[in-house]
Every structure is written in structure tokens, then in C-alpha cells.
């Protein structure tokens, strides 16, 4: 792959965008091989926390410049297919069954901060990382993350971003509910590989259930979602690692 490096150490797999020179600006090219990378990680045993982050400077900068050019010239049905190929990448991390750590060093910006969002979790650097949904300066909306964002910080907050296309710091997209933790900037690989370690100690098959049940619960009604969880108990109680963990917990 030309636009994705991946490092497997242990059980932590780091995932790159690389594509420095460009900000790590998205392409179609790179959308669908972070897909393809996601797919292999979420089968391979070894691997039980991805971290995502981008080479140089920025986290990701957004859409390629080369790239707005070349769909602005686009057929609906053409239009509809690349738009297609942005959701199902953000959409294949999201539901990714391993816990996703997006380590934001820099600036992410539209579709850059819509890779952030997709994350379980985002650790950003206190003095560099910077958030922004600017799509609507430029004509454009931010249609595919707007379904995640609204699901991770509420409407009211949502709109704020979204409409107003401001730039905020770590510290402001923590108070949001956009970030999990801001660290200074030296800390920030430390701090992000210490969450990786800890995740990955946890039981993989309890993480992957849990993260269903986050995805599918939004939209249910009470009855129904207590039916779900309901069901999703007893299933969980039948797995191996409950069973291991439970005859551990006793005998201590």
C-alpha cells in the first residue's frame, strides 16, 4: 500500500496515513486502502487495539486538493460511488471490533476530524491538535460524519461545529465531548501506547460485544433496548472468556 503503513508490535497495531507532503489529505485511493487495512486487522488474531495517526505535521488535513478538483467534475451517479467510497471507510472503522485510538498531533481537519470521530477514542496533543468541520466554507457539507458526530456529542454541540466551521483546540474538543484525553504534546505516544496496553489487557470478545452494543443501541426504544441487552447478557455469560474470567475472579 502507498498511502497506509502498518505496524504490528505485540498486540498494539499502529496504523499510519502517510502521505506527509500532502497533509495526509484523503484520496479515494487512500479511503480504500485504510479499508482494506481495517478488514485485515479485524480478523487477525494477534491484533487487539488499533491506533491511528498521520506522518508529519498534521493528522489529516482533509480532502486532497487534486482529488475536490476531480469530483467537482463528477456525474451524480459518479459522485454517489466516491461519496460511497468515504462512507464505507469511516464506517468500517467504526464498527471495527477492536478499540480504535485516534492520536491526534496535529491539525484534523474535515474529513481529518471525521476520521477523529470515528474513533473510540482520541488523544490529542494539548498544544498542536486542532479540530475543524470546515466543509461549509467551501460549498460543501459534512454529510458522512455528521451521523457520527451527532451520535458522540449530541445535536446542540454538533451544530455548533458543523455550521460554524470553527477550528478548536484540544482542550475545547475535549470539553465537547469530541476528545477523550489531552496531553502535552511530549507525552502524547506515551500516553497513547498506555491506553493501547491497558485496552489490550482487557478481554477481547468482552470489547468486541460491548462496541455492538454501543453501535446498535442508538434509536431503540427503551423496551427494545433492554430486550437487546437482555440477550446480549445471557449470550455473553456463554462465551469462553466470561466463563475464564468469572472461575479466575473466584479463586482469588
Known amino acids: 500500500?502507498?498511502?497506509?503503513l502498518t505496524d504490528i508490535t505485540g498486540a498494539v497495531a499502529t496504523v499510519t496515513l502517510n502521505r506527509p507532503d500532502k497533509r495526509n489529505a484523503l484520496s479515494g485511493e487512500l479511503l480504500r486502502e485504510l479499508h482494506e487495512t481495517f478488514d485485515a486487522l479485524d480478523v487477525d488474531p494477534q491484533v487487539r487495539v488499533v491506533i491511528l495517526q498521520g506522518a508529519g505535521k498534521a493528522f489529516c488535513a482533509g480532502a486532497d486538493l487534486g482529488y475536490l478538483q476531480q469530483v467537482s467534475e463528477y456525474s451524480i451517479s459518479e459522485n454517489f460511488a466516491d461519496s460511497s467510497v468515504l462512507q464505507r471507510a469511516f464506517h468500517r472503522i467504526y464498527t471495527c471490533s477492536k478499540p480504535v485510538i485516534a492520536r491526534v498531533h496535529g491539525p484534523a481537519i474535515a474529513g481529518g476530524a471525521g476520521l477523529a470521530t470515528v474513533c473510540d477514542f482520541v488523544v490529542a496533543g494539548r498544544q498542536k491538535?486542532?479540530?475543524?468541520?470546515?466543509?461549509?466554507?467551501i460549498g460543501f457539507i459534512p454529510?458522512?460524519?455528521?451521523?457520527y458526530l451527532i451520535r458522540k456529542i449530541g445535536?446542540?454541540?454538533?451544530r455548533r461545529l458543523l455550521l460554524s466551521a470553527e477550528n478548536v483546540s484540544a482542550e475545547e474538543a475535549e470539553r465537547l465531548g469530541l476528545v477523550s484525553y489531552v496531553?502535552?504534546?511530549?507525552?502524547?505516544?506515551?500516553?497513547?501506547?498506555d491506553l493501547a496496553h491497558n485496552l489490550s489487557g482487557h478481554s477481547s470478545s468482552s470489547l468486541a460485544l460491548t462496541k455492538e452494543m454501543l453501535n446498535n443501541l442508538h434509536g431503540m426504544?427503551?423496551?427494545a433496548g433492554l430486550r437487546y441487552a437482555a440477550s446480549m447478557n445471557a449470550f455473553t455469560r456463554m462465551t469462553e472468556d466470561c466463563k475464564n474470567g468469572i472461575a479466575s475472579f473466584l479463586k482469588k
Open 1 to 4: 500500500m502507498n498511502n497506509i
Open 129 to 137: 491538535a486542532l479540530f475543524g468541520y470546515s466543509e461549509v466554507k
Open 143 to 147: 454529510a458522512v460524519v455528521m451521523v
Open 155 to 158: 445535536d446542540t454541540r454538533a
Open 183 to 193: 496531553v502535552d504534546d511530549e507525552a502524547l505516544e506515551s500516553a497513547t501506547l
Open 221 to 223: 426504544s427503551l423496551e
